[in-house]
């Protein structure tokens, strides 16, 4: 089975598509394939479908939304060249299991498990001091990402939560990223990256420190500067906050460094005390 949630929501067994169209049948199957090979209590299915107000008929309408689901894999499953009697069912792959579902992958491929995978390797070549290699790593990582989690799902409590989640861990990544390829003195190729990062997220410091030493790196000191203020207005109209320690000491290092672009040995520790943190 070949699961993607890491944007379009996509299932296939055999190659074929067992992804339905209707609503409430995406949204069971999302939920069972971000948690795939584990069980999904029908307390969690129900609230992901109806909230907190379930309607008195929410058991037999979640059965049928599962009976809906091992329709599409039954008819995926009669594509497998396998004999009759060692082919599994549609229970089989979609289980029901005491309290709840489990959607059994068979070891197939999850997008989710690879990201993983590829980014707690990424992470390990960057505290090894493999840079490069850690960099690539944490790249393959985020290109398994076509969209935002879910896309085309009608998601409820349960998925929106999951969603925040994937969002946090690849937010996470594409800082750590980020920071090997400053270290690797690739700041001129990430200026256009980090502007759009920005742009998206407009009080985010990490990402806009970044952005800060990338602009500066590049000889662009006065845009840098510009950014910084940028950020500290909208979060002191925004949140009422004042920037981060880092987010001020990047701006005094690029203040204190003159008007051409070399940068003080200050701004790597930085990078470097807040790798050791994350």
């Known amino acids: 089975m070949n699961i993607s949630v890491l944007g379009t929501l996509d ?3 055999n190659g074929v598509s067992i992804t339905p169209t209707a609503p409430k049948a995406r949204q069971v199957l999302a939920l069972l394939a971000v948690h795939a090979d584990r069980v999904v209590s029908v307390a969690s299915l129900t609230e992901e479908l109806w909230g907190t107000t379930p309607p008195r008929s929410a058991r037999t309408t979640l059965q049928t939304y599962v009976l809906q689901l091992r329709e ?24 029901t299991v005491p309290g709840g579902y489990r959607l059994d992958s068979a070891d197939g491929i999850s997008d989710v498990r690879e990201f993983k995978r590829l980014t707690d390797l990424g992470l390990r070549l960057t505290d090894a001091g493999d840079l490069e290699g850690g960099a690539e790593q944490l790249r393959e990582a985020l290109d398994l990402w076509t969209g935002p989690a879910f896309a085309g799902v009608q998601a409820g409590a349960q998925l929106e939560v999951e969603a925040k989640r994937l969002e946090e861990t690849r937010l996470s990544a594409l800082d ?14 990430l200026v256009a990256e980090l502007a759009g990062l920005v742009s998206r997220y407009p009080t985010h410091e990490t990402l806009c420190g970044q952005y800060m030493l990338a602009l500066h790196r590049s000889g ?42 070399s940068v003080d040995q200050g701004t790597d520790e930085i990078v470097e005390r807040r790798r050791r943190t994350t």
Request: glycine letters at 6%.
């Open 176 to 189: 750590r990223r980020i920071d090997a390829d400053l270290r690797l003195g690739r700041h001129r190729d």
């Open 72 to 95: 599409l894999i039954g008819a995926a499953l009669e594509q497998d060249p396998a004999t009759e009697g060692k082919r599994r069912t549609a229970k089989d792959v979609l289980a």
């Open 220 to 261: 662009r000191r006065s845009e840098a500067l510009r950014t910084y203020q940028r950020i500290r207005t909208t979060l002191v109209r925004d949140l009422g906050l004042e920037p981060s320690a880092d987010l001020w000491r990047i701006r005094d290092m690029i203040l204190a460094s003159g008007p051409d672009t």
């Open 11 to 13: 299932v296939r067994e």
